[in-house]
C-alpha cells in the first residue's frame, strides 16, 4: 500500500516517466554507465526510488545532470562525489541522502559489519549447542511421546 | 443504522475480548475448568462480533453509504464492485479491522478444532491470543475507529487510489494479514507454552500447522505483491527492498525458520527454547510491520512527528508484547529441558545451521530497513539505505542457504554421513556445476550471476528430486512408485518447496543478469527490433474505461516475420484521483515475458515506449507458488491433521488447523 502511496507522490511531482527516450546519449557504452551511475542515486523527493526509476521532475534534472557531467569527462565516482559533495562556491550538492548504497564509514560500518557479527556469533552460538547435544543425554534417552507410550504399554 | 449495530458490535467484541483474556488464564492457574471453559464460547463469540461489524462496514462501502466518513474518503460510487469491497481494507481504519476479524477467525479455529489440546493448554492460548485482540480493540475504537460519521454527507466520495484498483492488490493484504496474524498463534502458543513451563514432541506438533499456515499465507501474499509491482508499475521490476515490503519479508522469514526448528522439537525434542523465542520474534516481526506500514515512519521521520498517536500506540503494543514475552523467556526458557542428543553431521545440525542463516538474512533485513531511521534519531545524519546494500548483504545468505539446503535436508537424525550423502548428491552437484560453467562460456559480456543462479537453482531442484526418489528405496520401478505414493504427504510437501526456492533463485538470477531493456521514442507505424522480435506501433487509441480514460496502443509482434501477438499496453488517467497509471502489455512464456509499457506524447510525435525481454522471470514466482503449494501439501499430512494423542484419546475428526 505504501508503495502506491511513493508512487501517488512521485507522480504528482511530475508528469515524466522514468528515463526518457529523448534524455538518452548517442554513445551506448556513455548511456550504460549513466544508467548504472542513476540507479545508485536515490531520487530526494521520493521514498526509496532510484533517479532511475523515479518519474520526479527533479529526478529527470538530475539524470540530465550525470550525463552533462559524464559528457565532460567525468569518472562515474567523480560524478557521484560532485552530486553528492557538490563542488564549493558553485554548488552545494545533495549531501549523503542520496546515496542509494551509504558510504562504509564511520557509523555506517555497524550497518556493514552487523550480519557478518550476528553469523559469527550464531554459528559460534550453534556449535556450542551441538556440542553440548553430542555430548548430553546419551542417544538412549526418550522423548516425552515414546515415555508416554512406553508407561502405556508398562500398564497395559 | 446497520453501520452503529457493527459499532455497538465492536464495543461487545471488545468486552468480550477481555473476558477471555482474564478468566480462561485465572482457571488455567487455579485448576478451574469451569473457568477456562469459558475461553471457547467467548472466542466464537468475537468472531461473530467482528464479523458482523466487518460486514456492516463492508455494506457501507458497497452501498456507498457517504455518511460514513470512512467510505467518502476511499470510495467512489462509480468504482467497480470488486474495488468498493476491496476498499474496505484499502485504508488505515479497515484493515484494522480486517487484521481484528482474522485474529478472531484463527481464535475461534482454535475454540472449535482445538478440541485435542490439554485444556490448561487450550485455556491459556486463547487468553493470550484474546489480549493481543484486546489491544487492536482499543487501538481501533480509541484511535482508528471506522464507524465515524460525517454531519453533511458530500454527494460522492474521493475515490481510491488507481493503482490499488488492481485484482492482485485487491487480495494481496488479506493475505498478508492472514499471515501476519497467523504468527499471532504461533506467539499464543509459545507464551503460554512458556507460563506452563513445557514444551515436548506434542507442543510443536500443535505449533506447526498454524506457523505453517500463517507461512503459506505470506508467501502468496509476498508473491502477488511482488508480481503487482511487476506487471503496473511500468518497469518490470519485481523486488524493490522497500521498507513496507521488507516489512513482510522479515516475518516470513523467520517463519521459515521456526517451521524448521519445530520439526527438531517434534522428532527429537532439542532447540525448544529456540524455537520459542523464534515463535516471539515472527510475531514480534509482524507487530514491527504493522508499525512500519501504519505508523509512516520510515517514509519520513517528521511525518511520524506529525502525527503520532497511531504509530506510538502501536510501538507501545510492539514493546508490551514482545518485551513481556521476551521477559517471560528469559525466566522460563533456560528451563526448557532438552532431551535428544545429536552429532556435528546430522539433520538437526543442518536444520540448526539453516535458522541460523535464515535468522541472520532477517537480521540483514531489519537492520537495512531500520537503520536511516536510526542514524537520523540517534546520530542526526539523514542518509538513504536502498538496493544495493541488501543486495549485497543478503544475496549471500540465501546462496548458502541454496548451496546447503539439498545435503542438510537429506542428513539423517542424530548421526549422518556426509560421505553417503554425496554418493547420490556428488553427481548432481557436478552437473550443476557443469551446467553453470557452460552457461558461463555460452553468454558473453554478461555477469556471473546468470550461471551461478542456474547451478544453485539446478542443485536445489535436483537435491529435492532425488531426496524423493531414495525414498522410494530400491528394487523394480513399480515398486519404488508404490512406495512413493504412500510416503507421507509431508515429505512431498518439504521436496515441492524446497524445489520451489531452487527455481524461484533460478528465476531471480535469470532475469537480474539477461534481461534487455529498450527504450525509445515509436512513431505510429514504425518498426523496431527488441532481441528476436520486431515490434511495430500500428497507432495509439483513445477509449473510456469504467472510471478512467486510457491511451491504448496496439502493438503488433512479429518473430521472424510472423505475427506473433498483438499487445495493448496502455497510460490510464483517473479523474478523481487526478492520477495517471501505466497497465503494462505481457505476452507472458516460460521461457521468456515480452513487457512493453508506453509513457507520454513526446514533443515531437511518437510516443515514449520502453521494452524489456524477461527471460524466466515467470519462474520466480511459480517457484514462490510451489513453496505455498509444498507448505499445503505438509499441513495436509495426517500427522498434523489427527495430532499428537488424538488417535489415542478417540477423538476423530479433531483438526488442528485449516
Known amino acids: 500500500m505504501m508503495r502506491a502511496l511513493i508512487l501517488v507522490l512521485a507522480l504528482l511531482a511530475g508528469p515524466a516517466f522514468a528515463v526518457q527516450p529523448d534524455e538518452m546519449l548517442k554513445d551506448p557504452a556513455l548511456e550504460a554507465r549513466a544508467r548504472e551511475i542513476s540507479s545508485q542515486l536515490r531520487c530526494p523527493v521520493c521514498l526509496n526510488e532510484s533517479i532511475d526509476d523515479s518519474n520526479a521532475t527533479v529526478s529527470r534534472d538530475l539524470r540530465l545532470r550525470v550525463r552533462d557531467l559524464l559528457k565532460e569527462g567525468l569518472t562515474n565516482q567523480q560524478v557521484i562525489d560532485y552530486l553528492v559533495y557538490g563542488k564549493p562556491g558553485e554548488f552545494a550538492g545533495f549531501g549523503e541522502f542520496i546515496l542509494m548504497d551509504p558510504p562504509k564509514r564511520g557509523a555506517n560500518l555497524i550497518l556493514w559489519l552487523a550480519a557478518p557479527t550476528m553469523l559469527i556469533l550464531g554459528l ?33 | 443504522m446497520i453501520t452503529e449495530l457493527g459499532h455497538f458490535a465492536l464495543i461487545l467484541g471488545f468486552a468480550t475480548a477481555i473476558v477471555q483474556m482474564v478468566v480462561p488464564m485465572v482457571g488455567a492457574h487455579k485448576g478451574w475448568r469451569g ?11 468475537q468472531l461473530i462480533l467482528v464479523g458482523f461489524s466487518f460486514a456492516t462496514l463492508t455494506w457501507a462501502f458497497v452501498t456507498s453509504d457517504f455518511s460514513l466518513r470512512l467510505v467518502v474518503m476511499n470510495s467512489h460510487s462509480l468504482k467497480p464492485m470488486l474495488y468498493k469491497i476491496a476498499g474496505v481494507w484499502g485504508n488505515h481504519e479497515g484493515s484494522m479491522l480486517l487484521w481484528l476479524l482474522i485474529l478472531s477467525i484463527f481464535g475461534a479455529a482454535v475454540a472449535l478444532f482445538g478440541g485435542n489440546l490439554p485444556a490448561p493448554l487450550k485455556a491459556r492460548v486463547l487468553a493470550v491470543q484474546a489480549s493481543i485482540g484486546v489491544a487492536f480493540y482499543g487501538f481501533i475504537l480509541f484511535t482508528s475507529n471506522p464507524f465515524l460519521r460525517l454531519a ?9 487510489n488507481p493503482l490499488l484498483q488492481d485484482p492482485g492488490l485487491a487480495f494481496h493484504p488479506p493475505f498478508l494479514y492472514l499471515g501476519y496474524v497467523g504468527l499471532s498463534m504461533s506467539f499464543s502458543f509459545a507464551v503460554a507454552a ?9 507442543w510443536a506438533r500443535w505449533v506447526r500447522p498454524w506457523t505453517l499456515a500463517a507461512w503459506i499465507f505470506l508467501t502468496i501474499g509476498i508473491a502477488m505483491g511482488s508480481w503487482w509491482a511487476y506487471y503496473e508499475l511500468g518497469w518490470g521490476g519485481f523486488w524493490f527492498w522497500d521498507p513496507v515490503e521488507n516489512a513482510s519479508f522479515m516475518p516470513w522469514l523467520i517463519a521459515a525458520a521456526l517451521l524448521h526448528s519445530a520439526v527438531v522439537v517434534e522428532k527429537r525434542e532439542s532447540l525448544k527454547s529456540w524455537t520459542v523465542l523464534l515463535a516471539i520474534l515472527a510475531f514480534g516481526f509482524s507487530l514491527l510491520g504493522t508499525f512500519i506500514v501504519r505508523s509512516g515512519v520510515l517514509t519520513s521521520v517528521h511525518a511520524f512527528a506529525n502525527d503520532p498517536k497511531r504509530g506510538i500506540v502501536i510501538l507501545v503494543l510492539l514493546l508490551v508484547f514482545i518485551g513481556g514475552a521476551l521477559t517471560l523467556f528469559a525466566a522460563r526458557g533456560p528451563a526448557l529441558e532438552a532431551r535428544g542428543a545429536f552429532g556435528l553431521v546430522s539433520r538437526e545440525s543442518g536444520l540448526l545451521l539453516n535458522n541460523i542463516l535464515l535468522a541472520v538474512a532477517a537480521f540483514v533485513v531489519f537492520v537495512g530497513t531500520l537503520w536511516p531511521l536510526f ?28 548451496l546447503v539446503l539439498p545435503v542438510g535436508s537429506m542428513l539423517a537424525w542424530k548421526r549422518g554421513s556426509l560421505a553417503r550423502n554425496m554418493r547420490s548428491l556428488g553427481p548432481i552437484m557436478i552437473l550443476a556445476i557443469a551446467v553453470g560453467a557452460l552457461v558461463f562460456a555460452m553468454q558473453t559480456g554478461h555477469s556471473a550471476l546468470g550461471p551461478v543462479g542456474v547451478a544453485l537453482g539446478l542443485w536445489v531442484v535436483l537435491g529435492a528430486l532425488d531426496d524423493l526418489i531414495l525414498r522410494g528405496g530400491r528394487g523394480r520401478i513399480a515398486d519404488r512408485l508404490k512406495r512413493l505414493r504412500r510416503l507421507p504427504r509431508a515429505d512431498w510437501g518439504k521436496a515441492v518447496a524446497h524445489a520451489g526456492l531452487g527455481v524461484t533463485v533460478f528465476g ?47 502493438m503488433t509482434v512479429r518473430r521472424d516475420g510472423q505475427v506473433i501477438d498483438v499487445l495493448h499496453p496502455e497510460k490510464r488517467f483517473y479523474p478523481v484521483a487526478n492520477m495517471p497509471t501505466t497497465e503494462a502489455a505481457i505476452r507472458t512464456g516460460a521461457l521468456r515475458d515480452l513487457y512493453i509499457a508506453i509513457g507520454d506524447e513526446q514533443q515531437g510525435g511518437g510516443w515514449a515506449v520502453r521494452t524489456y525481454v524477461k527471460p524466466f522471470v515467470v519462474w520466480i514466482w511459480a517457484g514462490a507458488l510451489l513453496m505455498a ?19 489415542r484419546r478417540t477423538t476423530p475428526g479433531a483438526v488442528p488447523a485449516e
Do not use: C
Open chain 2, 152 to 160: 453533511m454527507p458530500p454527494m460522492d466520495g474521493q475515490g481510491m
Open chain 1, 124 to 156: 559460534g552460538l550453534g556449535y556450542a549447542v551441538i556440542r553440548r547435544r553430542r555430548n548430553a543425554a546419551g542417544p538412549e534417552a526418550l522423548s516425552t511421546d515414546e515415555e508416554a507410550r512406553l508407561q502405556e504399554i508398562l500398564r497395559s
Open chain 2, 35 to 45: 473457568w477456562m471453559a469459558i475461553a471457547d464460547p467467548a472466542a466464537t463469540t
Open chain 2, 194 to 202: 512458556l507460563i506452563e513451563g513445557r514444551v515436548d514432541a506434542a
Open chain 2, 629 to 647: 503449494l509444498g507448505g499445503v501439501l505438509s499441513l495436509s499430512d495426517r500427522r498434523l491433521r489427527v495430532a499428537a494423542g488424538a488417535a
Open chain 2, 375 to 402: 542514524a537520523e534519531v540517534a546520530l542526526g545524519k539523514v542518509l538513504s539505505v536502498g538496493p544495493p546494500f541488501f543486495n549485497a548483504a543478503f544475496t549471500p545468505f540465501m546462496m548458502a542457504l541454496a
Open chain 2, 508 to 554: 531471480v538470477a535469470a532475469v537480474l543478469a539477461w534481461q534487455t531493456e529498450d527504450i525509445r521514442t515509436v512513431h505510429a507505424g514504425e518498426t523496431y527490433d527488441v532481441g528476436a522480435y520486431q515490434i511495430t506501433m500500428e497507432g495509439v487509441n483513445r477509449k473510456n474505461g469504467p472510471n478512467y480514460i486510457t491511451n491504448m496502443a496496439d
